[in-house]
């Protein structure tokens, strides 16, 4: 189901007026300054008369439309046009138009091409029809003279375009009436018939004077009601709240949610950048997808169709950034994008817009202006759409700057010249602060004569890093206000119904900020490219950082992107965020690990994966080479399917998820003991649990149910039936994870353990000692043939410092002796001493023992030929293990000068040590000093002495 109305750009029924107008504009009568308001409508800040004619600014691109009369069926409208400069390296055009609304209209344009076309000069007279550009293919064309017309900056032309019943022309002349370009379409076909006269540039600033325009046979078009589909997106919720026509969130009981138009309980589950073209590539010249797609769907209709049945099969509900048109009101709520500060960043900034979003300068007089337009251009339209999720602000502004630094906008605002507002502003602020600058160089422990010398300068720092800090980051949040504030009031002017759903910070906020984010927005989003332990089945760390960030803001959070691409997909997987995983099964386990931990946090009430299909192979583009398996299908259009199925799985969870008050159950102190198991159970939570805990060793199992309060502990044992022998303990709590827990890393204890009987190794009169190793398989997957190590030292009640190397062994329950190794550098038993066993495979659950014995007396033993080429040089060493070379040649502090895999050297080596004396602080290593090693059939071990030492800090 489609939108069933445009939005033209007249919205109000105007009276027919008289049957023919006629405009001569030669912008005399306004103000330098003018947008040339009210005769004229322009949809960005970008246009202003100086000197009597109308200055039109590339950056935004954009059109100028005569606000007066009416629209018409014979119209023509010329100008005299002059280029003066372009500003990017795409397509380059200024025009004069006959304009229905936005996506249909007639233009006769000066047009450069990018760089990879070598900026060649041209003149088209092209039709946007229904969005689709080059839509007058389908149209008799007339035979064009001078397409190839070599126009020339700083050079004034006239341009002429005439629509009637029957057709479109154009024509450019030189101003003495010298034709130098002509082209023209009869209407044979579908087209745009009726237009009004609009003036438009894109990426080439351009002079527009003398504007004429006739027009007769008006069409009278009357007021336009938009109207959308009834709402219709599925939700499982059993809340409910007051249905107000749009979505809103609202706290209860302490869970923070969503609602729906319809007053139900809703929570976001989105998937960004689901598209029917899918991304382009630069290196192919086209979008692998979109062509695949094509090819299998004929039309982004039937695309939409199956795309939006998919993600709702798979448990989705929510079109999130970047989501195609095409598939909105199927079933699924969208978002919209407004840009208001990457768009302005293009214009005026702080941070420079260099290969990504800079960061715009609030302090401009135009920003308010510009949020103005943009909220008018794009929210008056969709103010009563009840499909519409809410407004994204922006997508990861530089908030850190080019330093990625938590000030890193004010150091940006004072590279700027002088004149720019954005470092006057800072300036004001440092004044306001210090009125004196002998009071600022005191303060910051710098140097400064004065603030107009400061004026001059490009950067300012000082010895007191703390009020440095201080006053730059609270300069951020100054910056953080102009930002939200203007945004919100743009927004909120042209539609009160939609919730504001943050700016999308890329990771973190600076300085604080986003309690002022809170301040503004109904919902805070965030990106973040989290980490997860597979293991431990949790993201360490990020519920208690997200919690963070939510007493901050005070608003319910949610985060707008997420994802972890795997290595067997077949994609480079180089560029682009995320923790890569080797294989889909451990891609999905992530994803569930993820995706459970942001339905259980009580302030969230959005998630959007990253994202429906994975990008190209060769990359997206030289300045953004993304090359990664982010998809919930590949480029054929082929879905993941394990990943799909988790998310059918798991994604219709999040109601009874998000509903449940929080557990914390927690097993320690796992013993056993006179051949009983014993472990404590405690719940840290603030819900009562009830839960089976799951006791297994050698096939035997044993289940319990446990009551816990909150708070609440409780210490349960087991004695099984055990043969002498190495064994592994396990311990579950929840083992079907029913209960609703931010981790259930600790929801799990394993011991191995030993049970004396075991017969001794036959090695009679030898053996005077053995010491019993049980090695175990805690983890879900087998384990490979690995190398075990075994610190001695960790091996109690044996004085190993008075024990001969050559007195020990290491024996299999057969009495075999395996390959082992014994790596004690400088000769002796000493608290570095460790032995390393060659493992064969392990299968889950699996044990396997060894026993380390002590020998009457010492035994010769062949150690085999060592698996590492080591040699030792005067200074230095070389180690090389036929893939990895490792090489010490200089004589600096550094432990490894060079680290090479093959013939790429990867780095250099040398360790840092940490302290924190009020801030950061790294102390390196100044000078090598000798190295030991212990070389062997299983590995080689190096000691390794530096010393010496310089610190630096990190702030």
Not at 414 to 419: G, I, V
Not at 617 to 637: C, K, M, R
Not at 856 to 876: I, L
Request: aromatic content about 10%; overall charge neutral.
């Amino acid at each position: 189901m489609r939108q069933l109305a445009l939005l033209a750009v007249l919205l109000a029924c105007r009276p027919l007026w008289a049957q023919e107008f006629r405009l001569t504009e030669d912008f005399s009568e306004y103000a330098a300054g003018s947008d040339g308001s009210p005769r004229w409508e322009t949809d960005t800040i970008l246009w202003e008369v100086r000197d009597g004619a109308l200055l039109a600014d590339g950056r935004a691109g954009g059109f100028a439309v005569l606000s007066e009369g009416q629209v018409y069926r014979r119209i023509s409208v010329e100008a005299t046009l002059t280029p003066l400069r372009r500003h990017r390296e795409d397509w380059a055009i200024a025009s004069v138009c006959v304009l229905a609304d936005a996506r249909n209209f007639w233009h006769l344009a000066l047009v450069e091409s990018p760089q990879g076309m070598k900026f060649k000069h041209f003149i088209e007279l092209v039709e946007m029809r229904d969005g689709a550009w080059l839509a007058q293919q389908n149209l008799k064309s007339i035979e064009p003279t001078g397409r190839e017309f070599d126009w020339q900056y700083n050079h004034p032309y006239r341009l002429r375009i005439e629509v009637t019943p029957q057709g479109v022309r154009g024509r450019l002349t030189e101003l003495d009436g010298t034709v130098r370009a002509t082209a023209g379409y009869d209407f044979t076909a579908e087209a745009v018939t009726y237009g009004r006269a609009a003036l438009r540039v894109g990426s080439l600033d351009c002079l527009f004077d003398d504007v004429k325009v006739q027009a007769s046979d008006p069409v009278e078009i009357p007021e336009e009601k938009v109207e959308f589909p009834p709402y219709d997106v599925a939700t499982t919720s059993p809340l409910r709240d007051k249905a107000t026509g749009f979505f809103h969130v609202k706290q209860v009981d302490g869970i923070w949610w969503c609602f729906d138009p319809l007053g139900r309980g809703f929570y976001a589950v989105g998937t960004d950048h689901c598209r029917y073209g899918g991304h382009w590539c630069e290196k192919l010249g086209y979008a692998p997808y979109g062509r695949n797609t094509k090819q299998k769907y004929g039309t982004a209709e039937k695309w939409a169709e199956s795309a939006t049945g998919r993600l709702k099969d798979w448990g989705f509900n929510l079109l999130g950034a970047g989501g195609d048109r095409a598939a909105r009101y199927r079933g699924l709520a969208h978002t919209e994008f407004i840009s208001f500060g990457s768009g302005f960043a293009g214009i005026d900034d702080i941070c420079p817009k260099v290969h990504w979003t800079g960061f715009p300068n609030v302090f401009s007089p135009k920003w308010p202006l510009y949020c103005d337009k943009r909220a008018r251009k794009i929210c008056s339209q969709v103010k009563g759409d009840p499909w519409l999720f809410g407004y994204f602000l922006d997508n990861e502004l530089e908030w850190y700057g080019k330093s990625h630094r938590e000030w890193g906008l004010f150091d940006e605002a004072l590279k700027k010249p002088a004149d720019h507002t954005g470092k006057q502003a800072a300036l004001a602020f440092l004044r306001e602060r210090y009125p004196r600058p002998q009071d600022l160089a005191k303060a910051w422990g710098t140097k400064l004569r004065s603030y107009e010398e400061l004026a001059r300068q490009e950067a300012l720092d000082g010895e007191n890093a703390e009020q440095v800090r201080q006053d730059k980051t609270d300069f951020t949040r100054l910056v953080a206000e102009k930002y939200f504030s203007a945004c919100a009031a743009a927004i909120r002017k042209y539609d009160p119904n939609h919730m504001i759903i943050g700016c999308r910070f890329a990771g973190n906020a600076p300085a604080g900020i986003w309690d002022i984010a809170g301040k503004y927005c109904d919902i805070v989003t965030f990106n973040y490219y989290g980490r997860v332990d597979l293991d431990k089945g949790e993201a360490p760390g990020l519920p208690e950082r997200f919690t963070e960030y939510y007493k901050q803001a005070q608003r319910p959070l949610m985060i707008t992107e997420w994802s972890f691409p795997a290595l067997d997909s077949g994609l480079p997987c180089r560029h682009g965020a995320g923790q890569r995983f080797d294989t889909q099964q451990q891609r999905t386990q992530a994803f569930e690990i993820f995706q459970q931990m942001l339905f259980a946090l009580p302030f969230m009430v959005g998630s959007d994966f990253f994202m429906w299909v994975d990008e190209p192979a060769l990359g997206i583009s030289s300045t953004f080479p993304e090359d990664t398996n982010y998809g919930l299908v590949n480029e054929q259009d082929e879905p993941y399917k394990l990943l799909t199925a988790a998310a059918r799985r798991l994604n219709p969870q999040v109601y009874e998820r998000h509903a449940r008050t929080l557990t914390a159950i927690a097993l320690s102190d796992l013993t056993w003991e006179d051949g009983q198991a014993a472990v404590k159970a405690q719940n840290t939570g603030s819900a009562a649990a009830e839960f089976e805990l799951r006791f297994a060793l050698s096939g035997q199992r044993h289940a319990q149910t446990l009551k816990l309060r909150p708070g609440a502990e409780q210490t349960v044992r087991w004695k099984p039936r055990a043969e002498p022998g190495g064994h592994l303990l396990t311990v579950v709590a929840d083992p079907e994870g029913k209960l609703n827990e931010l981790t259930r890393s600790d929801n799990r204890a394993a011991l191995p353990v030993y049970v004396k009987g075991a017969p001794w190794p036959e090695l009679p009169g030898q053996v005077l000692r053995r010491i019993p190793v049980v090695i175990s398989n805690k983890g879900p997957a087998p384990l490979p043939a690995q190398s075990i190590v075994v610190r001695l030292p960790e091996l109690r009640g044996i004085e190993w410092q008075r024990v001969e190397p050559e007195r020990l062994t290491v024996l299999d329950p057969s009495g075999r002796s395996g390959r082992w190794q014994l790596d004690a550098p400088s000769g002796k038993l000493t608290s570095n001493a460790e032995l390393s066993l060659a493992l064969g495979p392990l299968a889950p659950g699996e044990s396997r023992t060894y026993y380390i014995c002590l020998l009457q007396r010492p035994a010769r033993r062949t150690q085999g030929q060592s698996a590492v080429r080591f040699e030792a040089r005067e200074g230095g060493f070389v180690a090389d293990n036929g893939r990895l070379r490792l090489e010490k040649t200089e004589a600096t502090g550094d432990i490894v000068d060079a680290v090479k895999l093959g013939d790429l050297v990867l780095g250099r080596y040398n360790p840092l040590i940490w302290q924190d004396p009020g801030q950061n602080a790294w102390t390196q290593t100044e000078k090598f000093e000798d190295v030991q090693a212990s070389n062997g059939p299983d590995r080689l071990v190096l000691d390794l002495t530096a010393v010496g030492g310089t610190a630096w800090c990190w702030t």
